[in-house]
């Protein structure tokens, strides 16, 4: 079975600055999809990006950027340029690529910006 | 594009009465739709797996009868909690999905459910 492993429960980063979240995951597939998913104080989950295993090239969404590191196993978000509203709680998430359909989340770092 | 409905946002009932969670894809298609429940301080919980036309899928220790779950088109589920009792208060959130599992799943905005 898939498992997603975050392991800071809480960070925090003074505003405009630069914030690395780290995930790992194990896995024996060689075909899966990532996803950070971020889920503000109102509850709703967001996607923020997403990387195919089979890409080399880290995904990048604006100020949200992920290092994906497949031997090693490790799918870190980085945050540029903190802003007040990146404060929520931030879920590391994996799929399986041959038709499996289920999440499978990471207990999530709660994330905290400081003016 | 990909937004997903949830209602209602908040209910507060009584022990006893039957609950209806309604999630709708508005903007695309959803062949597979997804429940979730959610604890305080905690990650998501899947408790079942929905295809538009078929019976739903649950995740072991999730009663099916306690929560129905209705797929019955591309872009409507229901989860209907039936006798609720207080230990079913929880947050609920439905998300949605198009095409084959590489998509990612887009997410309601959840339902708060209390139980007094």
């Known amino acids: 079975a898939q498992t997603v492993t975050q392991s800071q429960p809480e960070m925090s980063v003074q505003e405009a600055e630069t914030v690395t979240l780290s995930c790992t995951y194990d896995?024996?597939?060689?075909?899966?999809?990532l996803f950070w998913y971020k889920q503000p104080p109102s509850r709703q989950m967001i996607l923020v990006i997403r990387q195919e295993a089979y890409k080399q090239q880290n995904a990048t969404e604006n100020r949200f950027s992920v290092n994906f590191q497949k031997a090693a196993k490790s799918f870190s978000l980085k945050i540029s340029d903190s802003q007040l509203g990146d404060a929520a709680m931030y879920f590391c998430?994996?799929?399986?690529?041959?038709?499996?359909?289920?999440?499978?989340f990471g207990t999530g770092t709660r994330l905290t910006i400081i003016p | 594009g990909a937004v997903v409905s949830q209602h209602p946002s908040r209910v507060i009932c009584k022990s006893g009465t039957s609950v209806k969670i309604e999630c709708r894809s508005l903007?695309?298609?959803?062949?597979?739709m997804f429940w979730y429940r959610q604890f305080p301080k905690q990650s998501l919980m899947l408790m079942a797996t929905?295809?538009?036309?078929?019976?739903?899928?649950?995740e072991q220790g999730v009663e099916k009868d306690k929560f129905l779950i209705n797929h019955a088109s591309l872009t409507l589920s229901t989860l209907t909690v039936t006798s609720a009792h207080p230990e079913d208060s929880s947050f609920y959130i439905c998300?949605?999905?198009?095409?084959?599992?590489?998509?990612?799943?887009?997410f309601g905005d959840g339902t708060r459910l209390s139980i007094l």
């Open positions: 903007d695309f298609q959803a062949t597979t």
């Open positions: 896995t024996s597939e060689s075909d899966y999809y």
């Open positions: 929905s295809n538009e036309g078929s019976k739903a899928t649950y």
């Open positions: 998300s949605a999905r198009g095409g084959f599992g590489n998509q990612p799943q887009h």
């Open positions: 998430a994996y799929v399986g690529g041959f038709g499996n359909e289920k999440l499978t």
